[in-house]
RNA sequence: GCGCGCGUGGUGGAAUGGCAGACACGCCAGACUUAGGAUCUGGUUCCGUAAGGAUUAGAGGUUCAAGUCCUCUCGCGCGCACCA
């Protein structure tokens, strides 16, 4: 720790500001028809003081929200704050600008590492995950963010999980109905004339619910001892931790966000998200438009039916290809190749994700000894079984172009099987072989001649006509798997039952139920029989009627799907959210809805983001809440990266901890640092030495407004007084001499407006870097003023205190007592406005280029025409040798802005 | 492989198509000082004593004018990855 001298108290000032903060519950924010106390500043600046505060007598709303924190051992890391104080500033500047902000803070608390750490040392989750939470928010209130924390919340708690438990009740006594496209309440669910018994009916509604249970292969991880969804693995790894995941048949429940797969799609339109970001959305939902066609197979009654996008190159299948697991493969077999098919099942089957990804250049496969029967030509075709074939998409079997197609075109090649052209480049030189873009149909019968996308449309309809396929959209999208054999999770409103025939099924819990505690363990291990760890707890397990509870747990993600719903109402017991709350907070202030700004890591970007964009159309589907969108605008904080470039880790020894940049240099300082390193979208490295280049900003600042024989008086009895007692000794700095209460000059008042001007701009935009820039610009200016108008420098503490509102306020208190009727309340006072006349320049200076090429500037009148500025160039000085024995052919002159001058 | 984004001083970064390098970091020189790892002043893209010239990854193009728009190449980052 370095012992050079404090730029000024910021270990004194912080505190003090925090405390008061606290006291007075400044950031609270009002929901319609809290009453709001008579001292409080939100009350004073909108004239509820005193008063029961109904919706229409609230300010405009303004919903700023972070990604909550997963509260780990190893504390705040640099990376966290950047998004909180760029929504903080934000927060501040609504504030100011008059907005009722909701800007809450709370915890994604369940979730592995205390679990595991529980495995190990048998120390309850809970207490370790309070920990955790002790120390972020100790942490987090260190930086001086105006969180409403009446509001904070945690996903554990159990006020919390009722609720998150309620809203899976809701998923699973619903379904979504295609004739309305929304999901309804299960009720309404008509069953079909053969579900005439009751089993019947219960097994016909389970198959429809949002929340339904699959026996089918899913990716367990062994390592982590649970199944991961398909957007938790990453090149056959798990996401967290980067262990092997292999494909097991288990039995467990999914959400059924395919049917959303549309409107997840097509709503990316109305939210204002980073183009890239909505791409990963695009890509992972990966809607596709083609065609479903049925083959024949030859000798045989049935058909095998395939998703093609291209149905224009029907006539160039030369082969067909199943999935290794397609249900018809044991079917059409011949006895030949039953050993040959048996054995490629058993090699596929034994391939992990990592291999499936890894091995895909080279392609494998068996013919299965059937022919199939293209319907357009009626040529038989070899059926063959391949694993680049995937069981999951479409309908897990393909018909095989390879002359238009990459995996059929190498995979024909590898077992010699034909390749017809079908389609014409419309480049005549471009080698038809392997060509898969638009062209021209060839050897295709009645569509022969036709560019691509006629020939689909033709061919399309005629399957259709002769009922041999129709027009089909297919999404990559899959449904959502749900469930975790975990101890640290939401357990499921479920019990399980056996009906007269001794078939197990499900039946939820009443609402009355919630919540469902999990049971206290002295083990969290899952049970030798490799149950998850919930089914230890016996007298749990067991309900009085004979009855089984669900062991499954739900995956973090589930907390995290609807938190920003629970901070508009955060104590209601009634309801998950209150109507009044969400009409109020998260409603359209006539534009597309929901959050006004969230902010966080890509890290989310298919994860949570998917996911709870999906709740949120369910729960407004069910009419629970108001908006179809959950979050209007998105940005993304870049990372920060160690100072040497590379990504902060333990194992690089290159890990920054905020701890220790507060204590150096205070909170202000690193607030403004984190915002002052470049674009916050930006990844971007961290420099300790930019971090001392923003504080000697802030001390700057503060002798701009304090005066040095006060401050070294202050210093001396600082050495003399004890701790606990030093804070009071802040009232012995006294004021700048230079700090008049008179009249500002023009010049300082043309200094001021132009700052006024740029950081609200830049605000506005989130350009953080370019307004403390802006800042920068400004003290430096003020610094060389011998008198210095209080009615300037007041207004830019305003601008300042966003970013830096420790020192801000602390100067502004003192500030005060110069200037009477300053608000008391610094962050309420009302936002500054520049005066665009102040910052009029009655001449300005104008480049002059000479053939495009700067050559020097005139000042000339701000008014001035054209004729004058053409003169007035034309004698530039430095511009003289350039025009020396030329004619001037042409005069380009754009006002205020430049003169060329062409010259021959 | 496909998609998206990005390449500007020694460093982080600024620049509605109109004076490239704002604002900082670092470095150099000076002032104050017992001292400086505090503070203040000045300088700092490169070549050149200067006038001037070159310069925004590279090559070409549009334009009176290009870091900015277009085309190609190279490099980096992110995402997806046999999705038919």
Redesign the pocket.
């Known amino acids: 720790?370095?012992?050079?001298?404090r730029?000024y108290p910021f270990h004194l000032i912080e505190p003090k500001w925090q405390q008061t903060w606290e006291d007075e519950q400044a950031f609270r924010a009002f929901n319609p028809n809290d009453f709001v106390s008579e001292g409080h500043p939100f009350g004073i600046r909108h004239k509820l003081a005193g008063k029961t505060a109904p919706a229409d007598s609230l300010p405009p709303k303004f919903y700023i929200l972070d990604m909550f924190p997963y509260p780990s051992g190893a504390g705040l890391h640099v990376g966290h704050p950047e998004g909180y104080t760029a929504t903080d500033i934000l927060a501040r500047y609504r504030r100011a600008g008059g907005f009722n902000v909701l800007h809450p803070m709370g915890w994604d608390s369940f979730g592995l590492p205390a679990e595991q750490y529980a495995v190990k040392t048998g120390r309850h989750p809970r207490v370790t995950t309070e920990a955790n939470i002790t120390n972020f928010t100790r942490q987090i209130k260190s930086l001086g963010f105006s969180y409403d924390w009446s509001r904070e919340l945690a996903t554990t708690d159990v006020e919390y999980f009722k609720w998150t438990q309620w809203i899976f009740l809701k998923l699973y006594n619903s379904w979504f109905n295609p004739e309305t496209n929304k999901a309804e309440p299960i009720e309404t669910l008509k069953f079909p004339e053969s579900a005439g018994t009751e089993e019947k009916q219960r097994t016909y509604r389970d198959s429809k619910r949002l929340a339904y249970v699959s026996e089918a292969p899913v990716n367990w991880c062994p390592e982590l001892g649970t199944v991961l969804a398909?957007?938790e693995v990453?090149?056959g790894k798990s996401e967290v931790g980067g262990f092997p995941v292999i494909r097991k048949p288990m039995r467990q429940w999914m959400l059924r966000i395919t049917a959303y797969a549309e409107k997840l799609l097509a709503d990316l339109d109305s939210i204002d998200w980073?183009?890239?970001l909505k791409?990963?959305q695009r890509?992972?939902i990966?809607r596709?438009e083609?065609a479903e066609v049925d083959f024949q197979i030859a000798g045989s009654a049935g058909t095998i039916r395939?998703?093609?996008?291209?149905p224009d190159t029907l006539f160039g299948a030369t082969y067909m290809?199943l999935?290794p697991e397609h249900r018809l493969v044991p079917e059409i077999t011949t006895p030949e190749q039953k050993a040959a098919v048996e054995a490629y099942k058993n090699f596929a089957a034994g391939k992990s994700d990592l291999e499936?990804?890894e091995?895909?250049?080279?392609?494998?496969g068996v013919f299965t000894g059937a022919y199939a029967i293209n319907p357009v030509n009626r040529k038989q075709i070899p059926v063959w079984i391949?694993?680049?074939?995937?069981?999951?998409?479409?309908?897990?079997?393909?018909?095989a172009?390879p002359a238009h197609?990459?995996?059929?075109f190498?995979?024909a090649r590898k077992f010699n099987l034909p390749i017809i052209q079908v389609v014409q480049p419309n480049e005549p030189k471009t080698d038809w072989q392997g060509f898969t873009e638009d062209g021209i149909a060839v050897n295709s019968g009645f569509i022969t001649g036709l560019a691509t996308p006629d020939a689909k449309k033709k061919i399309t309809a005629w399957l259709e006509e002769k009922n041999l396929g129709k027009k089909t959209i297919?999404?990559?999208l899959r449904d959502w798997l749900f469930s975790r054999q975990r101890y640290w999770g939401e357990p499921f409103p479920i019990i399980w039952k056996k009906d007269a025939a001794g078939n197990l099924y499900h039946e939820a819990l009443p609402e009355t139920s919630l919540p469902v505690l999990p049971p206290t363990l002295e083990d969290y291990k899952p049970t030798p029989s490799g149950e998850p760890p919930l089914a230890r707890a016996k007298d749990w397990l067991h309900l009085p009627d004979g009855s089984i509870r669900e062991t499954n747990t739900m995956p973090q993600w589930a907390g995290s799907c609807w938190y920003y719903l629970r901070y508009t109402d955060a104590k209601n017991a009634q309801s998950f959210v209150g109507k009044d709350a969400d009409n109020y907070w998260m409603a359209s202030n006539g534009k597309a809805a929901g959050v006004d700004l969230y902010v966080g890591g890509?890290?989310h970007?298919?994860l949570h983001l998917l996911y709870a964009r999906f709740w949120h159309k369910v729960l407004f589907d069910l009419g629970y809440v108001s908006t179809p969108e959950p979050f209007y605008k998105l940005v993304n904080q870049g990372?920060i990266q160690g100072e040497d470039?590379q990504?902060m880790s333990k194992s690089r020894g290159n890990v920054v901890n905020p701890d220790d940049v507060l204590a150096e240099y205070g909170a202000d300082a690193f607030r403004l640092y984190e915002m002052?390193?470049?674009?916050l979208q930006?990844?971007?490295?961290w420099?300790t030495?930019?971090v001392?280049?923003?504080?000697?900003?802030l001390?700057?600042v503060w002798?701009l407004f304090v005066d040095e024989h006060s401050e070294t008086e202050f210093e001396q009895a600082e050495t003399i007084t004890e701790t606990t007692k030093r804070r009071e000794l802040l009232g012995l700095i006294k004021i700048n001499p230079a700090i008049k209460d008179g009249p500002a000059t023009p010049a300082q008042l043309k200094t001021l407006h132009a700052c006024i001007k740029k950081v609200t701009e830049?605000l506005e935009a989130m350009?953080f870097?370019?307004a403390?820039?802006?800042m920068?610009?400004f003290?430096?200016e003020a610094?060389?003023w011998e008198t210095k108008a209080a009615q300037v420098l007041q207004p830019f503490l305003q601008l300042l205190a966003p970013f830096a509102p420790h020192l801000a306020e602390e100067l502004w208190a003192k500030l005060a007592t110069l200037a009477p009727g300053t608000p008391a309340n610094l962050a309420y006072a009302p936002w500054p406005k520049f005066d665009a006349a102040l910052l009029v320049e009655s001449e300005i200076?104008?480049?002059v280029?000479v053939?495009?090429?700067?050559?020097d500037?005139i000042k000339i009148a701000v008014d001035a025409d054209n004729a004058i500025i053409e003169a007035q160039a034309k004698l530039a000085e430095?511009a003289q040798?350039?025009l020396a024995g030329k004619t001037v052919r042409?005069v380009?002159i754009?006002p205020k802005?430049?003169v060329?001058l062409?010259v021959s």
């Open positions: 720790m370095s012992s050079s001298r730029q398909n957007e990453i090149d980073s183009d890239s791409e990963m890509n992972w990966g596709s083609g395939v998703f093609t996008t291209r290809v999935s499936r990804t091995l895909a250049k080279e392609k494998t391949a694993d680049y074939v995937l069981a999951s998409y479409g309908t897990g079997a393909i018909m172009v197609d990459e995996r059929d190498e995979f297919n999404f990559k890509t890290e970007a298919v990372l470039g990504k002052f390193m470049g674009p930006d990844t971007k490295p420099n030495k930019g001392e280049g923003v504080y000697r900003f001390g700057r002798r830049d350009r870097n370019t403390i820039s802006a920068m610009v003290v430096n610094i060389t200076e104008i480049p280029q053939n495009g090429k700067f050559r500037v430095k040798p350039f042409k380009i754009v802005k430049m060329n062409i």
